[in-house]
């Protein structure tokens, strides 16, 4: 039986007559029989604050929300810097979805926190056999990668789990979550879904690795002390021909245009690591893990690369789904995609609809980081955090 | 001992034998080594120039993105200005202009905050114009601030130039305190210089310290500043015209009121006079027909016989009361026909038959004076819309007029043509003609052209108003076509029957 989708766009200016247009599209395409069990919201920035989730959490009658803030929100009407998208979900009797909420992140450790995001997920799931996880977190957590080796400790290494960092309108100074009635910065929500369901997804970057490999010869974490026993500072500006004060104001941008490839044992593709700060200007500190003595290589995107990543991820999800129809799509894109795509960031929508067809409800963020399995060479696939990917999630009754 | 010697001998052999294999495996390994290492070295030279050519891609590419992000800004930044270039030059109300500008436009010129002001001479004051991105506390504040400093934000508006975050400028204390003022981390102010009224300035901004302002956004903001100037002076000067207009059409209304006032005395004077006219006229017919009745006994001599001198001057009296009859008659239609009292009887009537019965009347003096006449009312122009006694009232009225001021063997010549709507009769004659300057008086009352014709001829000046008066009475038109020694043409229309 298919899942019941119902979405609303709320374009205004003014935020409460948004939220209530959003609200009033999405209920009319769900009939009044249908009981709504989730809703999934995405917003940009304006939106996210408590009175909105509020007023939100109102007029949907209590129905469960989780969701996340963007530079923008991809949908089947296009794509929009801003606005508030709202998905009503009614899910057959043989599905079945749990969600659930943690906070203060920072104070608890990450990998604590996606332990406990984990362990309240599977709380209400105890008999029932999951299928799919989605994760959404604040896109500023420093240690992104441990919140996810936290939740896939207790949701199992090889469980399908996909999701996104929320985003900013590109001033990295603030995101947010969305849980019920919460719009809370450092903290992460989740699903999980079992039951008598099909999806399928598909995630590539479109990166070409540039100039020689290199080994990390000192990394803690996420943070790259030594390249090829050199200072990672230097190794890193060296391609730019910057000097320490220019390659500090330009790293966000740089970094999202030349992320760093790593090149991990026993998968197919490489992950793509943004360098989000620098500590005492010699070593780099990275979004995800780089482990120490992993072979990276200094990467780089051009459009034609990133359309034609984005047409390999949709088949890919196509092909997970064994052929079934999707009763809606997630889109994951990060940020950096939209930076370097530019004016044609709707070809990638495009491509999406193409190969979907239009009217499959469609929605989607811009991310600061990904979460998704890497199609490995001996198993199933492992999740990994990710940058500057498009994940592709087709998911149906 | 042989054999143990043998053994040792053996030995040693061996030995030499092994250190000779083992010294040439060496020296083969060692070359071998050798030849890796030069790979290596060469592998690691071709590596470093593969790094180094990295560089040089990654450095272009950098240079290519920022080309290309510019390139897409500005096409983003100039389909906005041409949207709305657009709607602001067909606004010409100064206040709708401002509001043309939204959200959206900002953004897609690469900004989140924008806002404008006018300098207000009287008040002494900028007042603001538009607001976007910022909210209502945030803006008091500006509004305050640049109050603070009017005189800085004025020599802003006399440099005539734009600035901003990044362009090089003679005060930059000045231009950090716009971005703490104006609460961004990039701005773009540039001049609003309209001809006529106040002259302002818009600033964009941005907050985000990641947005680099470059040269084509200043361009662009410049553009959009002339456009609004533009857009301003556009729509002060429609007001201004609009201003004259209303101001004209409202002198126009002043002087049609007063003509229609005035037209309203007119009339009443003009109802009055008819009014004197018509009770003088039936005051005046009582004793004129008793003096009449008098003079006809005594005239009839069954009073007695008259003496000739008597008789003579009697029936000078009886001339002159037919005449002032006449006169008194005339007058007293016309007064009619201006109040209303007397409707034309319209029915549908025989044009032709009007005209012969007035020729068959009046053929005695046409003879007498031996004057060709001749007339023609073809088929189509025979049928008209009239009150038949009026109408040959007017025909006999104009030909008596042209028999009266045509010369003996003239000519006189009466044609009629059909129009849409209705029939035109033309009464032409070869007589003196009118002078120019008595052709617009011909149709007042008492007026008589001055010609020797005239001087002889007695006439009371009504005949041709009592004509005007019946044809205006059948929504007709009469008008004469003259010139001096050459004969006149009367010509007037009749409505012709309803289909």
Known sequence: MAIIVGMGLGLDRDLPVAVQNAVRQAKANVHQSYRIHLAIVFSTIEFASPQVLKTLYALLGQVHIVGASSLGIITNQGIFRHGLAIMLLSFPKNIFCSTSFVQKISAKSSTNAGEELGEKLLFSFKNTQRDLGLVFSDGLIRDTSGFLYGLKERLGWSFPLAGACASDNYEFKKTFVYFNEQASSDAACGIIWGGKMNFGLGIKHGWKALGQPRTVTKATGNTIYEIDGQNAVSVYKDYFDFDIYRLKSELKRLSIMYPIGVYLEGEEECLLRNVVSLENDKALVCQGYVPEGSGIRLMIGTKESCLAATQEALNEAKTNLLGRQADFVFVFDSIARYMLLGRQAGKELDIIKQGLGKDVPIMGIYSFGEQAPLKAVNFQGKVYFHNQTISILGIGG | ?499
């Not at chain 2, 390139?71 to 657009?86: C, E, F, T």
Request: proline fraction near 3%.
């Open chain 2, 1 to 499: 001992m042989a054999f143990t010697e043998f053994l040792i001998n053996t030995l040693v052999f061996c030995g030499i034998i092994l250190s000779i294999v083992l010294a040439i495996l060496l020296l083969y390994k060692t070359e071998k080594i050798k030849l890796l290492e030069q790979s290596i070295a060469k592998l690691k030279i071709s590596l470093n120039e593969m790094d180094e050519q990295a560089k040089l891609i990654v450095r272009t590419d950098m240079e290519l993105n920022k080309a290309q992000e510019e390139l897409d800004k500005k096409i983003v930044g100039l389909y906005a200005l041409q949207r709305l270039s657009r709607s602001i030059s067909t606004t010409l109300e100064e206040n709708l202009i401002f509001k043309m500008i939204d959200f959206s436009v900002i953004e897609e010129l690469g900004f989140e905050k924008a806002c404008c002001f006018l300098f207000d001479e009287g008040l002494n004051q900028f007042v603001l114009q538009l607001n976007i991105g910022y909210s209502r506390g945030e803006i008091e504040g500006i509004m305050k601030m640049v109050a603070s400093d009017i005189n800085r934000y004025l020599e802003l508006i006399k440099e005539e130039s734009t600035t901003s975050s990044i362009s090089l400028t003679t005060d930059p204390e000045f231009r950090e305190k716009m971005g703490k003022v104006f609460r961004v981390a990039s701005f773009i102010a540039s001049p609003l210089l309209p001809k006529e009224g106040s002259k302002g300035f818009f600033l964009a901004g941005t907050m985000s310290r990641e947005t680099l302002i470059s040269e084509g956004d200043e361009e662009l903001i410049t553009i959009l500043a002339n456009q609004l100037g533009q857009a301003l002076e556009n729509a002060r000067l429609f007001e201004k015209t609009w201003r004259a207009h209303q101001e004209l059409e409202k002198k126009v209304e002043e002087r049609t009121r007063e003509l229609s006032k005035a037209l309203e005395e007119v009339k009443m004077i003009s109802r009055r006079k008819t009014d004197f006219v018509s009770s003088v006229a039936h005051e005046l017919r009582t004793p004129l027909t008793s003096i009449k009745g008098y003079a006809a006994i005594v005239l009839s001599e069954k009073l007695g016989t008259l003496p000739p001198p008597l008789k003579e001057r009697l029936e000078k009296i009886n001339r002159h009361s037919d005449e002032l009859a006449q006169l008194v008659n005339d007058l007293l239609d016309i007064s009619r026909i201006e109040s209303g009292r007397v409707s034309m009887e319209q029915q549908p009537q025989d044009l032709k038959s009007i005209v012969e019965e007035v020729v068959d009347l009046l053929s005695i003096i046409i003879k007498e004076k031996q004057i060709e006449f001749s007339y023609s009312v073809p088929q189509e122009a025979q049928s008209v819309y009239v009150d038949r006694g009026q109408i040959k009232r007017v025909l006999i009225n104009l030909i008596n007029n042209a028999i009266k001021f045509t010369p003996s063997n003239g000519k006189i010549t009466v044609s009629c043509s059909s129009g849409d709507h209705e029939v035109r009769v033309d009464v032409q004659d070869s007589g003196y003609g009118i002078p120019e300057s008595s052709i617009d008086k011909i149709f007042e009352e008492f007026y008589r052209v001055d010609n020797p014709i005239n001087q002889e001829a007695k006439g009371t000046g009504l005949g041709l108003p009592l004509v005007k008066n019946i044809i205006e009475a059948h929504k007709g038109k009469i008008w004469v076509k003259s010139k001096l020694g050459n004969g006149s043409t009367f010509s007037f229309t009749l409505p012709k029957p309803i289909q």
